[in-house]
């Protein structure tokens, strides 16, 4: 399977979202529980920057997920 990384990133933000919006968390509320700003979470979500594994980790904890469940997601 090819897939283009820009593609891949819009997935990924759409996936946090999501799993984000289950938990009843807002980007604020998220990005506090991360320790980073809601500006980065908000730019995770939409696609604008391409975050990094550690920022990754840090978002799959405050999810309460295993970092993978964060890749696990169809690709459109």
């Known amino acids: 399977m090819n897939i283009s990384e820009e593609n891949f990133i819009i997935n990924l933000g759409i996936h946090i979202r999501q799993l984000r919006e289950k938990k009843g968390l807002s980007q604020q509320g998220l990005a506090d529980d991360c320790g980073i700003t809601k500006s980065q979470?908000?730019?995770?979500?939409?696609?604008?920057?391409?975050t990094t594994i550690k920022t990754l980790v840090k978002i799959a904890n405050a999810l309460e997920v295993e970092p993978k469940e964060l890749l696990d997601f169809p690709l459109k």
């Not at 979470?41 to 391409?50: D, K």
């Open 41 to 50: 979470i908000s730019r995770i979500e939409v696609a604008t920057i391409n």
